[in-house]
């Protein structure tokens, strides 16, 4: 079984149609999570056990966080002006906005363990898993937070919200 080290993750988007994956510089951690389905109890009386329908799922939330670097005009400059604007994150180039990231990645390792060159686990990105086109898909910064210590280093931090769609796990580089 392959491992792989978290320290050859990172968050890659795309600012331009014809742009290439842009790294997020500083980033030291990201997570996927929130991710839930709801059940429908469909019981009725005298049923001994209760029984249930699967029902709509909830989207994911994305947080990411490292050190401050607002000199990273292609990254966390982009991300805190499109939390400022409410401007959009999506899957597809067509509903991109001017300033707006579009492809969206979160690599999970870019290296197996002691694997000189290797291509690494994949990535999560937006999907078109769930059933939405993928010109709908949409997801948002919800969040950004920034802590500053007169004795550290200045963090950061971005909270994204998918709206529309799903995240699926890809090993396509």
Do not use: C
């Not at 951690?29 to 019981?43: A, F």
């Not at 994305?62 to 670097?69: E, R």
């Not at 990645?105 to 999560?124: E, F, M, P, Q, R």
């Not at 010109?135 to 210590?149: C, G, L, M, Q, R």
Request: aromatic letters at 10%; proline letters at 1%; charged letters at 15%.
């Amino acid at each position: 079984m392959a491992v792989y080290q978290g320290r050859h993750g990172k968050v890659t988007a795309q600012t331009s149609a014809s742009g290439a994956n842009h790294t997020i510089s500083e980033l030291g951690e990201w997570s996927v999570g929130g991710m839930s389905r709801d059940y429908i109890e469909k019981t009725a009386f005298g049923d001994t056990w209760k029984s249930y329908e699967v029902g709509m799922a909830e989207p994911p939330e994305i947080t990411f966080s490292g050190h401050l670097d607002m000199t990273d005009s292609s990254g966390q400059k982009v991300l805190s002006s499109m939390f400022n604007k409410g401007l959009v994150i999506s899957k597809s180039s067509k509903a991109m906005t001017a300033g707006t990231f579009y492809n969206l990645k979160l690599w999970g390792s870019t290296k197996a363990a002691g694997v000189s060159g290797s291509d690494g686990i994949g990535y999560w990105a937006l999907s078109t898993a769930g059933g939405v086109a993928s010109s709908n898909i949409k997801a948002y910064v919800t969040a950004f937070e920034s802590a500053h210590s007169k004795d550290g280093i200045a963090t950061v931090s971005f909270t994204i919200k998918v709206t529309n769609g799903t995240l699926g796990w890809s090993t396509t580089t």
